[in-house]
Every structure is written in structure tokens, then in C-alpha cells.
């Protein structure tokens, strides 16, 4: 039987060991460093299974160009580089990779609300530049007895919650699906006004979908207070950039770190960089060693599942039950 054919959009680690070994005797893999369809359009046609990690977007159109495909998987939890709707006309498997990084995304959050906190970047920076002065910071507010705001309340957002409870850290929630005491996280659920108010810290945890694209915008910007900080590890387009940096021009906000600004990578020079209340990461939350083996392993088991007749383990599509080119 000829091997099927797997083309991997794009990657950001130095192997594909993993991924060969995976697929060993069933596919080949096509490797390619793409961003957009344009670039990854002429290796598609023929392909059996897509592997993606931020290429895209993946759209209809893309999924007509590539009609034995029968299953695109994700190598991380986002899917909002792959319109899902319209796979699940097209009959396309959709997987994602949904736990490879809970803890690592948790402790990055947990690392950059300390930071903003306890004004670490900023007196490192001031450190080097040469000046040993405690009042440049000032002020500073103790965290213990703050209150954390969380805006999605899944995997990461929990885990966000049973970290900031240790600091002793006040708990509230946003989320329209999960209730209070759910899942057994001390928290307490209220709206998203209420969040923004009262929240010393807002932390962003909902996927990027319709519903939450800009919903850190002027007027929710406005709603928190003067002396609050914005986390964001979910993803850029959630927040409005340029609502953001008027904010902070203004004063509205305190300041803010952005492991995932919008766009990304995030041009230099741009308004956001260079200020002494911002800290930016460059998408580096879900990494650790640990996480890099899960990720990496994900996503080509998926495609082996699918390419072998199994139904694999973490559909983000599950109406395609049935009816897919898969026959599963
Ligand atoms: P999850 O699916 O477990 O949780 C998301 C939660 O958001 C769900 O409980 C859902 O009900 C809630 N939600 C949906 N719509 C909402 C809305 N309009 N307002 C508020 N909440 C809403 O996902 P997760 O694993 O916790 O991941 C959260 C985010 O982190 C995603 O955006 C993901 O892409 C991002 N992420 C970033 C990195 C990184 O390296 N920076 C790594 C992994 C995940």
C-alpha cells in the first residue's frame, strides 16, 4: 500500500525525530516552514492528514484545495487558526492538544503577575541602567488580600486560581460555561463587569472565538481600575491593541504583560515596546522541556489514529461523528 502523505505547515522546534517516529511505515511527512495558505498551498492537493501549529488561517477554501485530507490536527489547544464549521462540512477530523501545557501556561501567569506586582522587570532594568533606588518603583501594594480576576475559567484559568489562592490572593471568575465549585477551585463567579471592577490583576483565559475577539476593548478597558494589571497568555486579538495603548497612555490601566500581543510576532518599533509598565514574552508560556515532549507527541498520534481507522482522543469537532472522510 502506498504511504499516505502528511504535510506539516509549521514548526518552532529544532527535530522532527518525534514526528517520524510516529508516523514510521505509514506516512510521509512533508515538513514545511510556512505561515500563510499561499505558502503551503502547492504541497496540500495530495495530502492525507495536516499538521498545523500557528500557520493559517485554514479556511473553506484551503479545505476544498485538499479534498483527501482527512483529518487537520493542532499541535497546541487554540483551533483558531482552523475554521471549524467549515471542516465539519467538509468532513475533516479537527484535533487539538488540549493538556501538554496547563501547568507551564499557569506558572508563566503566575510568574508575570509577580512581576507586575512586585515591579521585578522594572527594577531589573533600572539595576542595569546603573541606579540602586527603591522610590522609582513606588507604589507598590501587597498582593496577599488582592483580588485576581479571571476571564475564562477552563484548564489554564483553574489552574491560574489554585496558584493565586497559595499567594492568598481573592478569586473571582468570568466564565459562561463553568459554575462556582465545579471543579472544587476555590473562586467566585460573577459578571464580566464585576471581574473588571474589582480586580487588582485581570487575567485572560477564554479561547479566541467570535465572541471574545476585542473584548478587552475601551470600554472594558475603562471598567477596571487605575491601579489594576492586565495579563494576557490566551491570545493577542483578544485584547484591542490600539484600545490598549491608549489606555495606558491615559493612564487608565496600570500596566500589562503580553506573552501573546497582537500582532506576533509584535513589530519593533511599536507603541507597546520600551514602556516601563509593560512586559512583553515572546509566546513562551506553554514551553518547558516537559511540555515540548507532550506537544511535540500530540498532534502526529492524532494523525496515526485517524490514518489507522481509529477515532482519535481530543476531537474539537465532534459533529464530524459519522460524516467524514475518514469513514469513522
Ligand atoms: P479551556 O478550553 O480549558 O478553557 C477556556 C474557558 O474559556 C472555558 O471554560 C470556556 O467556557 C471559557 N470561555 C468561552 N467563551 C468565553 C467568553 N466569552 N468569556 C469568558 N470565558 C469564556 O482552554 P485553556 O486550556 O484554559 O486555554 C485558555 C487559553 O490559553 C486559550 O486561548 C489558548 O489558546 C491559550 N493558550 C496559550 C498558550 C501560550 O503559550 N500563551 C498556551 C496554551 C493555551
Known amino acids: 500500500m502506498a504511504k499516505a502523505k502528511v504535510v506539516l505547515t509549521d514548526y518552532v522546534w529544532d527535530s522532527l525525530d518525534v514526528e517520524k517516529k510516529t508516523l514510521e511505515g505509514l506516512a510521509e511527512l512533508v515538513p514545511l516552514k510556512t505561515k500563510t495558505p499561499e505558502e503551503f498551498l502547492p504541497y496540500i492537493e495530495d495530502c492525507d492528514a495536516l499538521l498545523n501549529t500557528y500557520a493559517g488561517p485554514i479556511t473553506a477554501e484551503v479545505m476544498a484545495r485538499m479534498p483527501g485530507c482527512k483529518i487537520i490536527a493542532r499541535y ?40 507586575c506586582a512586585r515591579k521585578v522587570v522594572f527594577y531589573d532594568r533600572l539595576v542595569r541602567a546603573g ?79 467570535p465572541q471574545t475577539r476585542r473584548m478587552i476593548n475601551d470600554e472594558t478597558l475603562r471598567q477596571m481600575k487605575p491601579t489594576a494589571y492586565l495579563v494576557n497568555c490566551a491570545r493577542g486579538p483578544i485584547v484591542d491593541t490600539d484600545a490598549l495603548v491608549r489606555a495606558l497612555d491615559a493612564k487608565i490601566i496600570a500596566g500589562c504583560a503580553l506573552d501573546t500581543p497582537d500582532p506576533e ?64
Not at 467566585?188 to 485581570?202: C, G, M, P, T, Y
Not at 520600551?274 to 492524532?302: C, D, F, K
Open 265 to 328: 510576532p509584535l513589530p519593533d518599533p511599536h507603541p507597546l515596546r520600551g514602556r516601563e509598565n509593560v512586559i512583553i514574552t515572546p509566546h513562551a508560556a506553554w514551553y518547558s522541556e516537559q511540555a515540548m515532549a507532550g506537544l511535540q507527541a500530540g498532534a502526529p498520534s492524532e494523525v496515526r489514529r485517524v490514518l489507522s481507522g481509529q477515532w482519535p482522543v481530543n476531537v474539537v469537532n465532534p459533529a464530524v461523528k459519522g460524516k467524514n472522510r475518514a469513514g469513522l
Open 76 to 115: 497546541g489547544i487554540g483551533v483558531d487558526t482552523i475554521d471549524l464549521e467549515a471542516a465539519t462540512k467538509a468532513g475533516i477530523i479537527v484535533t487539538n492538544n488540549p493538556t501538554y501545557c496547563i501547568e507551564e501556561v499557569a506558572e508563566h501567569v503566575m510568574a508575570l503577575l509577580l512581576a
Open 131 to 209: 541606579r540602586w533606588e527603591l522610590a522609582p518603583g513606588k507604589p507598590i501594594f501587597r498582593m496577599a488580600g488582592s483580588t485576581l480576576g479571571l476571564v475564562g475559567f477552563g484548564h489554564i484559568g483553574q489552574q491560574v486560581a489554585a496558584r493565586a489562592t497559595a499567594f492568598g490572593m481573592r478569586v473571582l471568575f468570568f466564565d459562561p460555561v463553568v459554575e462556582e465549585g465545579q471543579h472544587g477551585v476555590k473562586a467566585k463567579k460573577a459578571d464580566l463587569r464585576e471581574v473588571l471592577s474589582e480586580a487588582d490583576f485581570v487575567s485572560l483565559h477564554p479561547p479566541l472565538v
